[in-house]
């Protein structure tokens, strides 16, 4: 793992963690950073690590009660969440919730769409999981979705909203504001440079200036404005 000082612009080599893992998904819950599930090289990986900043060492924490891989990850009220992803048999609508005080995983209400690559932001205490794909499929490009729902913690239920304007998986999401941004990610032929943002009071999306670049799996975060700097 690397770290990036902010006011230097440098990277930071830090301990690595104990199992090797790539798809795997991050998110920082109460501070500790958390690195879950994902796959080795060799099996599809329900292990979950959290990175402690005063040891500066990795450390287990409870296993999920199944393996993913490209799975969404979020927080919401406190815990954090597993969404979808694909386990080697098939992509997955089964959802997860730990809990760091109890150090246990609970099973959540499953999405209407098994959804591998999923990407997944939080808005107004709702979790929101869109795009993704269903594979194997013959027609790579029918496998994947453009619709989006909504899990409301409360009710413990799942809610179809407003789809995105094109099919997609391993898209990218975060919240930018009031706003949710989908940036990215592959319709089963090409790398997509689109970017849509969703209002969830209106329940809209909109198109907005697209990437450079096409990209899929790209991560993203925003990044609060820096005050400028006084020379004097």
């Avoid at 209002?199 to 790209?218: H, V």
Wanted: hydrophobic content about 35%.
């Amino acid at each position: 793992m690397e770290c990036l000082d902010m006011e230097s612009g440098a990277w930071t080599q830090l301990s690595p963690m104990n199992t090797h893992r790539h798809g795997l998904g991050v998110a920082v819950l109460g501070g500790p950073l958390y690195a879950v599930g994902g796959h080795d090289g060799w099996s599809y990986l329900n292990t979950v690590e959290r990175w402690d900043s005063v040891t500066r060492q990795w450390n287990y924490v409870a296993p999920m009660q199944g393996q993913r891989c490209s799975a969404g990850v979020a927080v919401l009220g406190g815990k954090l969440y597993a969404v979808g992803g694909r386990d080697g048999t098939s992509c997955l609508r089964t959802v997860e919730c730990y809990d760091p005080h109890t150090n246990k995983w609970t099973t959540c209400a499953q999405m209407a769409r098994r959804r591998g690559g999923v990407g997944v932001a939080v808005a107004n205490g709702y979790l929101y999981a869109m795009g993704g794909q269903d594979a194997p499929a013959n027609n790579p490009a029918a496998s994947r979705f453009f619709c989006v729902e909504r899990y409301d913690p409360g009710s413990d239920t799942w809610t179809m909203v407003a789809s995105l304007s094109s099919k997609r998986d391993a898209v990218a999401a975060c919240l930018f504001g009031e706003h949710i941004l989908a940036v990215g990610g592959y319709d089963g032929n090409h790398y997509l440079k689109n970017v849509e943002q969703y209002d969830p009071i209106t329940n809209e999306w909109l198109s907005i200036a697209p990437l450079i670049t096409g990209r899929a799996g790209a991560c993203i975060v925003t990044v609060a404005n820096q005050p400028a700097q006084n020379d004097n």
